[in-house]
C-alpha cells in the first residue's frame, strides 16, 4: 500500500487488483480507479508535458474539466489521444503513454523552451512566421517551411495510422424527461419524474452515478450520501419507465428538444462483450430536460500555478473521498470561498496534514473556522500565495498578505513546505448546454459566475447548475424539476434530511493574484495571465477576439476552468465589469466525442449498397463489378489475361456482329399512373407523351425549370392510364422528387400516383442482328417478329414460365430489346436468355462495352447532360415540342442559352491513333507547353471497335461548324497532348438502319 | 431540427429534403412574362425570420410540406401539406432595383 | 409459376448468431409473400380505398394517419397520405384489386418483387430498431398494427408493428441484402436466430 493509498474509504474495490501500464511501466491499481487516482495512489504525480512550453503538469481535476492530465491510450496499433486521466478507468491490459514529450517525460528536451518562454507569447506564430521575408521564403511560405518544426514541438497526442477496429453504433431514443446528471438534483428529478409515469432517461457521464455525493462527506436520510445515492438508483432501475445511463456524456443540445450524448461502452473493459460498441452515439429527443449539471471549480491564477501538485480543492476532496487517493502528505489550500474548508477537513480525516489554510479573505465565517480547526489547519486569512517552488512538483509554497484593492501581494514572505497545494476560485455553473441550445448566460456578482440562461427551449435547471450550491437545495430543486419537466402540479412530499456544513461557496471576487512569474489561467492551451493582457493592449476588445488570437478556452477542455478567470482578467484590463466583457457561447460538443461514433456504421461492410437481381450470377461469371453511385454493376466480364479495353472490345464487337445482353436493372423505373398521367408527362416531357398509342414507347427528354436539360429516357405506355417511366440510373431520385415536387406543389389538381418501382423490374438488354433470334428462341406466349414487336413496341409473354414485358428499343444502335421481368424472376430470366443465346454467340457486355456502343452512336449521357448543357447544345432540339408549354419551355430560348457561341456535341477521332482523354481540354493551337484558349472538352472517350480508332464524344464551341476540322486536346495533369479531327457525334449507322431492320 | 409532417409526426431532420422558397409564384404555364418568369425561377427574399419554404419528407411519406421556419431560430410555426397549402403570392414586386 | 429468388443470397445463414448467453434478443425472417401491393387513393377516395381493402382482404383499417391491421396471413397499413401498402402471403393480389379500383378512385401498383419483407421479433427489436431508425418504437407511440415509413440512410424502409414486440420491415429489393447484413450486425449485441 503506498503512503498516498488511504487505509480505507472510497467507493473503489479493493478486493480486486488491476494491472496496467503507464509509459510501459507496470503499476497496480483498484478496480473502480481511474487512471488519475490510480496513478496518484502510486504517487505519480507528473502526467504530461503542457503544449506550448512542454512544462511539467500533473492533475488539476478530477473530473471531465481536466486540462493538464491527457494521455493517449494504445490498443493493439490504434492509438487514441488527448484522453483525460481522470475520466479513463483502469482495467486489466490497459496501456497509457503520456503526450508531447521526447524522449521521456521526466527529460523533455522541448522543455528548454521555457528559457525562450517570454519570445512564445500570445500571437507569437502570427507574427513570428506569417510576415516576414527571409531570403526566398517570403510571407505564407516562411510559415509553411517553419510549419513543419513547429508542429513537431507543440501540440497535444499524436494520432495514430493504424485503421480503428473498433465498432460503434448509433441509438435513436425518445423520452418524456431527461435528466442530465445524476448528482442529488438529479436523482431526485428522475424519481418525480418516473413516479408521474414519465419516461425517463437518466445520464451521468462518470462510472458512479450519484455525482457530489460519491465525494461529499454529507449524510441524506442518516446515511453517507452515495449509500443514499445507490438506493436511489437500485429503486430507479427496478422500474421499467427509466433508462439508466453511465459513462454516457450528453455533449449536444440541439433544436427540438434534441440532446446527443456519447455512452463510453467497452473503454473500461478489457474485452467487450460479444457485438457490443466502443462507444454508442445516443441521439435524445426529450419532451423537457433537467439540467442537473452541477457547477465546476475554478483555479486562482497566480505565479507558479501549474506546478504539479496545484489542484483543485474540490478534486482533491473527491479522490479522498470517492478513491481513498491523498494528493499528497502535506498539504496547503487556497481560496477565495468556504468549499475549500470542506476540502481540507475531509484530506485531514483520510491522512493528510494540512498545513495551512491561505484565504483572500479578512473574514472568515464561523463554520469554515470550525472546519480549519477540525483539520488542524493554520488559518492565515488576508493571504494569498505569491508563487510556488519545486521541480517536476510542489515542494514548497510562498504566501504573502494580500491587498485585494489591486490584487497583489505585499509584506513579508513565508514560506511553506508542502507537497500539494489545493485551490478553489469559486464555482462556475456548467451552463454548457444551455449555452449551446442558444440561452443567453446571465451574469451574477454575487458568484461571479455566469447562471442558467432563461429557457429557450424546454428545460429545467436544478442543482449546482441553479447557482443553489448546497444539497438540500438540490433535492428540493430536483424533486420540484421532476415534476414540472412532467407538465403536473407541484406535490408535497417530504424530502431526506441532509446533514451538511452549511458552507457559503459565494467567492470574493479575486481570481488573480499579480506577480512575478508565469501565471497561467488557460493550462491546456498554455495562456498565461500575461497573454490576456498583452491581446488587451494589442487591441483585441472583443471577447471573441481574445479567444481567438490568445486560443483562450479553445482546447478540448473548452476553456471549463479558464473561462471565468480570462474573462475576469481581461474586465481588469479593460477597467469594466465581466457582465460588459461579456462571454463566448458554448458550443458543441461539451466533450470530445469519437469521430466513430458520429459515423456510426455508415462504412465497411454496413454501408449500404445497391445489388442488382442477377449480381450473383455477374460475380460468378467473372464480372469486374464497378460502384455506381450505390449501385454494383458490372464493368467487363474480362477472360483471362484480358486488359479492360481487350475485353470491352470483344464485348463491343460482340453485339454489332453477333448478341450480346446487358444487366440494365438499375435504369430508374417510375409507374406514372392515374386518369391524368398523360397531361402529366406532356407537361414534364419536353415532347409529346398524350399521343403515344397503349403498347408503345418514346424517348423523352426533361428540362429543368430554367431550361437547361435534366434527364432522359424512354417511357412506355401500357394502358390508357398508365405508364412506365425510366430514368437514368444516376438521376433516379432527382427525377423522381423532381416529378413529386411538381404534382404535390405546382398541379395539385391532376390525378396521378407515382412510385418508384426500379426494383421491381429486374431489366435486360439483347442487343446485336441476332438479337431477335435469342428472343424467337426463349419467348412464349407472343410473337416477337417485326409485325408484332416494331421498333418502340411492347409486347408481354413468357421466358421459362416467368412473365415477361418486352419493349424493342436501343441504344446500342443495333437491333434490340428490353426484356423487363418480376425482380424475382431476374435471375431465372437471364439464365433462358443466356441458354437461348449460346448458339447464336452471345455474350454478356458490361458499362464499358455499353458506354463504347453508345459513344460509336453518339448518345448522350450524365456525362453531356451535366446541369450546363441545353437541348439545343446536345442536338436534341428536335425533341422540343412547339404544340405545348412544359417545364423549362418559356426558360430555355433565353438569349444566353441560344447564343452561337455556346458549346455543342461533337464527336473527336484521335489522330495519333493513342486514346483520348474524359475531361481534357479542347485547343486549337499546337502549343503543348502552354496550352491555352479553350474550345470545349471531352466528355467520354473509347477504342471503337467499329471504326478501329480511338474516339470521344465532346462539347466544342460553335459545335457542327467545325466538324471536318483539327484541334488538339490537351491533359497536362495526366501528359496528354495530341492532335484530333472534330467530327459528327454520329459516328455509327447514322442512319440507323440497324435497329430499325 | 425537427418537422411535424402532419401524416407521420415530428421526425429528424435528416428524412427531409429542402425544396426550395415556399414564396415563389409559378407563372401560367402558358405565360410568356419573362420577368415573371425570371422572378420564379432566380428571384429569392433572403428573409431574415418567419420564412415560407418547402420541404419534402422524402425519407418518410414523401409528401412536400409547406413549411414557415424562422431563418434566425429555426423555430417551425406551421406545417401544412404543400398540395393542401395553395400558393401565396410573390411578396416582392417583379423588376425593380431591390 | 416461377418462384421468387431471394435477394438476400449468402447473407441469410440460418442459426444463432452474436451473444449467446440468455437466449436470442431477436429473431431475423424474411417473410417472402407472394403479394406486396400499394393501394392509393385520390384525394376524398380514402374510405373508398379502404373498403376495397376490407373487401378484398377482410383487414377493417383504422381511421388515422398510419393506421394498420395484420392477421390471418394478410396486412394492411397506411404509410403516407392515402397510400396503402396490402400484404397477402397469397400471390395474385394486383391482379384481383386491379378490377375493383375506379380509375377516379385511385390506382393499384404491384410491389411484389419490388420490395423485399423483413421481420423482426423479440424482446430486444425495439432496440436493435432504435439502432437502425430515427422513429419511437415504444408501444404507446407505435400501436400495434400501424405503420411507418422512415429511412435508414439511403434504405428506405416501411415498419408494420405486427405484434407487441414484432415488426415486418419492408424495404427496397436492391437494398435488402445489405440492409439484411445491416440488421444482423445491429442484431450481435442482443443475439439473434436467423429462421
Not at chain 1, 505564407?140 to 499524436?158: N, P, V
Not at chain 1, 473556522?369 to 494569498?384: I, M, P, S, V, Y
Not at chain 1, 414507347?697 to 429516357?713: K, Q, S, T
Request: glycine residues 12%; charged residues 20%.
Amino acid at each position: 500500500m503506498s503512503a498516498r493509498r488511504a487505509a480505507s474509504g472510497g467507493l473503489i474495490d479493493r478486493d480486486k487488483t488491476v494491472r496496467f501500464t503507464f509509459d510501459g511501466r507496470p503499476y497496480v491499481g483498484f478496480a473502480g480507479d481511474t487512471l488519475a487516482s490510480a496513478l496518484l495512489a502510486n504517487g505519480v504525480t507528473l502526467f504530461g508535458r503542457s503544449f506550448k512550453y512542454h512544462r511539467p503538469r500533473g492533475l488539476l481535476s478530477a473530473g471531465i474539466d481536466e486540462p493538464n492530465a491527457l494521455v493517449t491510450v494504445l490498443k493493439g496499433d490504434v492509438r487514441e489521444p488527448n484522453i483525460p486521466a481522470t475520466l479513463l478507468e483502469i482495467h486489466d491490459g490497459l496501456a497509457v503513454v503520456s503526450q508531447n514529450r521526447f524522449p521521456s517525460l521526466a527529460f523533455d528536451v522541448g522543455a528548454a523552451s521555457q528559457l525562450a518562454g517570454k519570445l512564445i507569447s500570445a500571437g507569437f506564430y502570427y507574427k513570428t512566421f506569417m510576415g516576414p521575408a527571409i531570403g526566398p521564403l517570403r510571407g505564407t511560405r516562411f510559415w509553411m517551411f517553419c510549419e513543419h518544426f513547429i508542429r513537431r514541438s507543440a501540440g497535444l497526442g499524436r494520432a495514430g495510422f493504424a485503421k480503428d477496429p473498433a465498432r460503434y453504433e448509433r441509438m435513436n431514443a425518445f423520452c418524456d424527461v431527461l435528466v442530465v446528471g445524476s448528482g442529488p438534483a438529479g436523482l431526485m428529478a428522475a424519481k418525480a419524474a418516473a413516479e408521474r409515469g414519465g419516461r425517463v432517461i437518466l445520464a451521468e457521464l462518470d462510472q458512479r452515478f450519484g455525482g457530489s455525493a460519491n465525494w461529499s462527506d454529507e449524510t441524506i436520510d442518516g446515511m453517507p450520501a452515495s449509500s443514499w445515492a445507490d438506493r436511489m438508483i437500485d429503486e430507479l432501475s427496478e422500474r421499467g419507465n427509466v433508462r439508466l445511463l453511465n459513462r454516457a456524456t450528453v455533449w449536444g443540445y440541439y433544436d427540438g428538444n434534441t440532446l446527443a450524448a456519447l455512452e463510453r461502452v467497452t473503454d473500461h473493459k478489457s474485452v467487450g462483450g460479444v457485438g457490443e460498441p466502443r462507444h454508442r452515439h445516443w441521439v435524445i429527443r426529450a419532451g423537457a430536460v433537467v439540467l442537473a449539471t452541477g457547477a465546476l471549480e475554478r483555479p486562482l491564477v497566480f505565479p507558479g500555478n501549474d506546478r504539479p501538485g496545484v489542484m483543485l480543492a474540490s478534486a482533491a476532496e473527491r479522490f479522498a473521498n470517492e478513491f481513498g487517493v491523498l494528493p499528497g502528505e502535506k498539504s496547503v489550500l487556497f481560496t477565495n470561498n468556504d468549499g475549500a474548508y470542506r476540502a481540507a477537513a475531509a484530506l485531514a480525516k483520510a491522512g493528510s496534514v494540512i498545513a495551512a489554510i491561505v484565504d483572500v479573505r479578512a473574514q472568515i465565517s464561523p463554520a469554515a473556522k470550525g472546519l480549519a480547526a477540525e483539520a488542524g489547519a493554520e488559518l492565515l486569512a488576508g493571504h494569498a500565495i505569491a508563487g510556488t517552488e519545486g521541480g517536476r512538483a510542489v515542494s514548497a509554497v510562498k504566501v504573502q498578505p494580500f491587498d485585494a484593492t489591486n490584487g497583489k501581494p505585499f509584506g513579508d514572505t513565508r514560506t511553506i513546505q508542502a507537497d500539494s497545494l489545493l485551490v478553489s476560485g469559486g464555482w462556475s455553473p456548467a451552463i454548457h448546454l444551455a449555452s449551446q441550445a442558444g440561452g443567453k448566460p446571465q451574469w451574477s456578482a454575487e458568484l461571479q459566475a455566469f447562471l442558467l440562461p432563461d429557457a429557450t427551449q424546454n428545460w429545467i435547471g436544478a442543482g449546482a447548475v441553479t447557482g443553489r450550491f448546497s444539497t438540500s437545495e438540490a433535492l428540493a430543486q430536483g424533486h420540484a424539476a421532476g415534476i414540472a419537466a412532467t407538465g403536473g402540479p407541484e406535490m408535497p412530499v417530504s424530502l431526506p434530511d441532509v446533514a451538511a456544513h452549511g458552507l457559503d461557496l459565494r467567492p470574493a471576487p479575486v481570481l488573480e493574484v499579480r506577480g512575478e512569474g508565469k501565471a497561467f489561467v488557460d493550462f491546456q492551451h498554455d495562456v498565461t495571465a500575461d497573454d490576456v493582457r498583452l491581446a488587451h493592449r494589442e487591441g483585441f476588445v472583443s471577447v471573441e477576439h481574445l479567444k481567438r488570437y490568445t486560443t483562450l478556452g479553445m482546447a478540448t477542455d473548452q476553456g471549463k476552468t479558464s473561462n471565468i478567470p480570462g474573462l475576469a482578467i481581461m474586465a481588469e484590463a479593460q477597467g469594466v465589469a465581466i457582465e460588459d466583457v461579456g462571454t463566448t457561447r458554448f458550443r458543441p460538443p461539451f466533450a470530445p466525442v469519437s469521430i466513430g461514433a458520429l459515423a456510426a456504421e455508415r462504412f465497411g461492410d454496413v454501408k449500404p449498397e445497391r445489388l442488382t437481381p442477377m449480381h450473383d450470377w455477374h460475380v460468378e461469371h467473372g464480372a469486374t463489378m464497378y460502384a455506381a453511385g450505390l449501385w454494383f454493376r458490372p464493368m467487363i466480364y474480362g477472360e483471362p489475361g484480358e486488359t479492360i479495353e481487350q475485353a470491352y472490345v470483344r464485348e463491343a464487337r460482340a453485339v454489332r456482329s453477333a448478341v450480346g445482353i446487358v444487366d440494365v436493372s438499375t435504369l430508374g423505373k417510375i409507374a406514372v399512373q392515374g386518369p391524368d398521367a398523360a397531361t402529366f408527362l406532356d407537361r414534364v416531357y419536353t415532347n409529346m407523351f398524350s399521343t403515344l398509342p397503349v403498347g408503345k414507347a418514346r424517348y423523352g427528354l426533361m428540362l429543368r425549370e430554367d431550361g437547361i436539360a435534366f434527364d432522359d429516357g424512354t417511357t412506355w405506355r401500357l394502358d390508357e392510364n398508365e405508364f412506365l417511366m425510366t430514368t437514368t440510373t444516376a438521376n433516379a431520385g432527382k427525377v423522381m422528387q423532381h416529378l413529386e415536387y411538381f404534382l404535390d406543389v405546382v398541379w395539385p389538381d391532376l390525378k396521378v400516383h407515382l412510385t418508384s418501382v426500379t426494383d421491381e423490374w429486374a431489366g435486360a438488354a439483347v442487343a446485336g442482328p441476332k438479337s431477335r433470334d435469342v428472343l424467337a428462341a426463349c419467348v412464349t406466349g407472343t410473337a416477337v417478329d417485326n409485325a408484332a414487336l416494331p421498333f418502340m413496341g411492347i409486347v408481354r409473354g413468357e421466358i421459362a414460365g416467368a412473365p415477361v414485358m418486352i419493349c424493342r428499343l436501343s441504344f446500342s444502335g443495333e437491333m434490340a430489346f428490353e426484356v423487363y421481368c418480376g425482380a424475382g424472376h431476374g435471375t431465372h430470366v437471364w439464365n433462358a436468355l443466356m441458354q437461348a443465346g449460346k448458339p447464336l454467340g452471345m455474350v454478356p457486355y458490361g458499362l464499358e462495352a455499353l458506354g463504347t456502343l453508345r459513344i460509336e452512336k453518339g448518345h448522350v449521357t450524365g456525362a453531356e447532360i451535366d446541369g450546363r448543357t441545353t437541348a439545343r447544345d446536345l442536338h436534341l432540339d428536335w425533341m422540343l415540342s412547339k404544340k405545348k408549354p412544359f417545364i423549362g419551355s418559356m426558360m430555355m430560348d433565353r438569349e444566353g442559352l441560344a447564343a452561337p457561341e455556346r458549346i455543342s456535341l461533337v464527336g473527336l477521332v484521335s489522330l495519333d491513333n493513342r486514346p483520348l482523354n474524359g475531361g481534357a481540354h479542347i485547343v486549337e493551337e499546337l502549343d503543348e507547353l502552354s496550352p491555352h484558349d479553350s474550345i470545349g472538352h471531352v466528355t467520354a472517350t473509347c477504342y471503337s471497335p467499329a471504326l478501329g480508332r480511338y474516339i470521344g464524344l465532346a462539347l466544342v464551341k460553335g459545335g457542327k461548324a467545325r466538324h471536318g476540322t483539327r484541334a488538339f486536346i490537351s491533359d497536362p495533369l495526366r501528359k496528354r497532348f495530341g492532335p484530333v479531327e472534330i467530327v459528327s457525334h454520329h459516328f455509327y449507322d447514322p442512319e440507323g438502319s440497324r435497329m430499325h431492320g | 431540427m425537427l418537422i411535424t409532417c402532419p401524416y407521420c409526426g415530428p421526425r429528424d431532420l435528416a428524412e427531409f429534403s429542402y425544396q426550395g422558397d415556399g414564396n415563389r409564384q409559378r407563372p401560367d404555364p402558358g405565360s410568356t412574362d419573362h420577368e415573371a418568369w425570371n422572378a420564379y425561377v432566380y428571384d429569392r427574399l433572403n428573409t431574415a425570420g418567419d420564412h415560407r419554404e418547402v420541404w419534402q419528407h422524402s425519407g418518410g411519406c414523401r409528401a412536400h410540406l409547406a413549411v414557415t421556419r424562422n431563418t434566425l431560430t429555426h423555430r417551425i410555426s406551421s406545417v401544412a401539406f404543400a398540395r393542401e397549402a395553395g400558393h401565396r403570392p410573390h411578396e416582392r414586386k417583379h423588376g425593380g432595383e431591390s | 409459376m416461377v418462384e421468387q429468388q431471394s435477394p438476400l443470397g449468402p447473407v441469410w445463414k440460418p442459426g444463432a448468431h452474436g451473444k449467446v448467453l440468455g437466449g436470442p434478443g431477436v429473431v431475423l425472417e424474411e417473410t417472402r409473400p407472394g403479394s406486396i401491393v400499394q393501394l392509393a387513393a385520390f384525394p376524398g377516395e380514402e374510405k373508398a380505398v379502404m373498403a376495397i381493402i376490407a373487401d378484398a382482404t377482410g383487414l377493417r383499417l383504422p381511421d388515422g394517419a398510419g393506421a394498420g391491421m395484420a392477421s390471418g396471413g394478410k396486412a394492411a397499413f397506411g404509410f403516407a397520405p392515402g397510400r396503402f401498402l396490402v400484404i397477402d402471403q397469397e400471390e395474385g393480389l394486383a391482379e384481383r384489386l386491379k378490377p375493383v379500383v375506379p380509375v377516379a378512385v385511385g390506382t393499384v401498383t404491384d410491389l411484389s418483387h419490388g420490395r423485399t419483407a423483413i421481420r423482426i421479433s423479440g424482446p430486444k427489436a425495439e432496440w436493435v430498431l432504435s439502432k437502425l431508425f430515427a422513429i419511437d418504437f415504444a408501444l404507446p407511440a407505435f400501436p400495434e398494427g400501424a405503420g411507418r415509413s422512415t429511412v435508414h440512410h439511403d434504405i428506405f424502409t416501411q415498419v408494420q408493428r405486427t405484434g407487441p414486440d414484432g415488426f415486418d420491415l419492408y424495404v427496397f429489393r436492391s437494398f435488402a441484402r445489405s440492409f439484411w447484413t445491416t440488421l444482423c450486425h445491429a442484431s450481435e449485441d442482443v443475439g439473434y436466430d436467423i429462421r
